[in-house]
């Protein structure tokens, strides 16, 4: 069965690596700016040239694109896989959504709950009890400690920190580096340390 990266950017082909280190064939990816083009050498296709009936991942960090992805590809008639690096932990216990991506030295500890379309990239932790809604990012070496709750579309920055039990609201963004030590509000943007939203 054929399956697609969609996105053959950064995080496109760091799916493929990831793809790669576990041994799954990838057909090709699905762009929409360097169509017919070749990325690692793989055919870089429209999204509507996709084969129905193969499977996808979306290689994009930006919650609203996959959001937008996942939908134009469920209608295309694909369905989602989700991939982990080999060199990532999935504790006990723990479960992954369609459609997720962890990449390499990720550590999923036990009794997790992860979304659909939801991302764990390199090097990053997510603590015991947490719960990582639909299309959350957590990017390289961030540490989201035990109970935490990140809601759809929520994103936390690199080596950003996400104290025991909060909360980050829906589409909010935790800034590279930021100490969270009290619950997010759903679309803030929290940055410095500890956490205070961004004054526009």
Known sequence: MSLFIAGAGG???????AALAAGIPVTAFLDDA???AKVRGLPVLR???????????????NPAVRRRLTALLDAH???PVTIVHPRAVIGPESTLGEGCLVL???HVSSSITIGAHTQVHYNATVGHDAVLDDRVTVYPGA????????CDDATVGSNAVVLQGLTVGEGAFVGAGAVVTRDVPPGVVVVGSPARPLRR
């Open 47 to 61: 999204p509507e040239e996709a084969e129905p009936g193969g499977t996808y991942l979306v290689g994009i960090a």
């Open 77 to 79: 008639g694909l369905t």
């Open 104 to 106: 390499a030295n990720a």
């Open 143 to 150: 540490n989201i400690s035990g109970n935490v709750h990140l």
């Open 11 to 17: 995080v496109g082909r760091e799916t493929l690596d």
């Open 34 to 36: 360097p169509g017919g």
